[in-house]
């Protein structure tokens, strides 16, 4: 499968911002997506991204992508504790075939 | 709307024993997968059908069977079951758009 690859660990204050890094190796990926799990639960679909796009906004996240450098991330602002989960980045070529990193597990502090 | 639905929620098998985890969608979608997810490995692709009648392997197949007869539903089974199939197991589906809407899980143990 395709190598995507994320901090497994992050930890945040209450209202400050956070960001989750991702990098790839698929360079023909065409889809981006950034998925929440909280425990014991299913992945929630945050939101993704086109790779013809730089960046897109949807409230408190924000996606970044740098093509160049493989590079994509997720910054959420003002992070409250009920933003504490295990955050996934997973690429696809075809919509089909979805290939995902080990996930990020972030922990807000009060 | 339902959406992705997955049964039994935990399982424990002996090892050699067979089972199939059921899953279904109400959404008429064309997409649907199965992935395992194991500490520290993110999620694994295992099978995966883009439309009734049409399945593909992913990642992981060995020791995985599954079938696509209708477009709600999307079996996974389990032959000959081994401790290292121990994981909790995700179906998903998705649509044109590429959306994946993913399951509440099957926690099986094998022991």
């Known amino acids: 499968g395709e190598d995507v690859e994320q901090s497994l660990f992050l930890s945040v204050r209450e209202g400050d911002s956070s960001v989750i890094n991702c990098t790839y190796t698929?360079?023909?990926?065409?889809?981006l997506y950034w998925y929440k799990q909280e425990p014991g639960a299913g992945l929630q679909l945050l939101t993704y991204i086109f790779s013809n796009m730089d960046m897109k906004q949807d409230q408190r996240l924000t996606v970044l992508l740098n093509k160049k450098d493989k590079h994509l991330s997720l910054r959420i602002a003002d992070t409250q504790t009920g933003d504490s989960a295990i955050y996934f980045c997973?690429?696809?070529?075809?919509?089909?075939?979805?290939?995902f990193g080990t996930g990020t597990s972030l922990t807000v502090i009060p | 709307n339902a959406g992705v639905t997955q049964t039994p929620k935990f399982q424990v098998l002996k090892t050699g024993q067979s089972m199939t985890l059921q899953c279904a969608q109400d959404?008429?979608?064309?997409?649907m997968s199965w992935y395992r997810q194991d500490p520290g490995m993110g999620l694994r692709l295992i099978h995966y059908?883009?439309?009734?009648?049409?399945?593909d392997q992913g990642e992981v197949p060995n020791g995985y069977n599954v079938s696509r007869s209708t477009t709600e539903d999307f079996p996974l089974r389990l032959l000959s079951a081994a401790p290292s199939q121990t994981s909790v197991y995700f179906c998903?589906?998705?649509?044109?758009?590429?959306?994946?809407?993913f399951g509440p899980g099957t926690r099986l143990t094998v022991t």
């Open positions: 059908s883009v439309g009734a009648g049409i399945t």
């Open positions: 698929d360079s023909s990926s065409t889809y």
């Open positions: 959404m008429n979608h064309e997409y």
């Open positions: 998903a589906s998705s649509s044109q758009t590429y959306e994946q809407y």
């Open positions: 997973a690429e696809s070529v075809t919509g089909n075939q979805f290939y």
